[in-house]
Nanobody, 116 residues
Framework: QVQLVESGGGLVQPGGSLRLSCALS????????MRWYRQAPGQQRELVAHISSSGAITTYTDSVKGRFAISRDNAKNTVYLQMNSLKPEDTAVYYC?????????WGQGTQVTVSS
């Protein structure tokens, strides 16, 4: 049974930084494409960043380009989301997602709040 455990959320002032982590257990991490999504109150879940199984390919939604960076450490079974220059509109619950068709797993979410 694959499990994803996220950590690193919290309260940060505008312009600050946070690093989210997501650890996968129960299967071979390097086989999975990893994604970070976020969902703000009253809004649909949004894909924020994507990284290929090897780590060679990354993509981002336009609103976070140049500020966020997704990475993975296949030796530690962990994917990261480095978030810099945070804005109040980045406030959301952030979810980790692991995909290897037809498998699709989700973490429990971690709250990120950007406020002064």
């Amino acid at each position: 049974q694959v499990q994803l455990v996220e950590s690193g959320g919290g309260l940060v002032q505008p312009g600050g930084s946070l690093r989210l982590s997501c650890a996968l257990s129960g299967n071979i991490f390097r086989l999975y494409v990893m994604r970070w999504y976020r969902q703000a109150p009253g809004q649909q879940r949004e894909l924020v960043a994507h990284i290929s199984s090897s780590g060679a390919i990354t993509t981002y939604t336009d609103s976070v380009k140049g500020r966020f960076a997704i990475s993975r450490d296949n030796a530690k079974n962990t994917v990261y989301l480095q978030m810099n220059s945070l804005k109040p509109e980045d406030t959301a619950v952030y979810y980790c997602n692991a995909v290897r068709s037809p498998e699709d797993y989700w973490g429990q979410g971690t709250q990120v709040t950007v406020s002064s």
